[in-house]
């Protein structure tokens, strides 16, 4: 499993797996539009999940 850990603003963190998170249909929009290859393992800053 690739890791991908998403930060919301109010600092709370998930970490999903990062090919379901590029097939999600439940997530916003601009998490899909994200280029998670360079993401491996690092944070992606986001609006609050």
């Given amino acids: ?4 850990f998403l930060q919301s603003s109010d600092n709370d963190t998930y970490i999903v797996d990062r090919d379901l998170l590029r097939h999600s249909l439940t997530l916003d929009r601009m998490l899909l539009d994200l280029d998670l290859d360079e993401a491996e393992d690092g944070y992606i800053m986001t609006e609050p999940i």
């Fill in 1 to 4: 499993m690739k890791k991908v």
